[in-house]
């Protein structure tokens, strides 16, 4: 079974470009569309982005235009990237098996205006 992974969250100044990695392990990690979501306290998760086995990737407008999905096959990993981000983008980021119960544990950004 898969298990997912994410880094790079951490601290950052508002309008710096930030990239999340989920890392894959175990067999089959390359063939599965891996998704990406933002959640805040009290709230539900949003879904923000994913990509598929073929790299086709899909990037919600709640980005405004400022992400980015890639998957790197050597490093079983799925990059987010978001540029210029705001104090909007604060939250605790998961990726998933899309539309399945395997979620990797979650990763902290906090925005500083």
């Known amino acids: 079974q898969v298990q997912l992974a994410e880094s790079g969250g951490g601290l950052v100044q508002a309008g710096v470009s930030l990239t999340l990695s989920c890392a894959g392990s175990?067999?089959?990690?390359?063939?599965?569309?891996v998704a990406w979501y933002r959640q805040n306290p009290g709230k539900e998760r949003e879904h923000i982005a994913a990509?598929?086995?073929?790299?086709?990737?899909f990037i919600s407008p709640l980005l405004r235009g400022r992400g980015a999905i890639s998957r790197d096959h050597n490093r079983d990993a799925v990059d987010l990237q978001i540029s210029h981000v705001e104090p909007g983008d604060t939250g605790t980021y998961f990726c998933?098996?899309?539309?399945?119960?395997?979620w990797g544990p979650g990763i902290q950004v906090t925005v500083l205006p």
């Open positions: 998933n098996i899309f539309r399945t119960d395997t």
């Open positions: 175990g067999w089959g990690f390359w063939r599965l569309t």
């Open positions: 990509i598929g086995p073929d790299a086709t990737p």
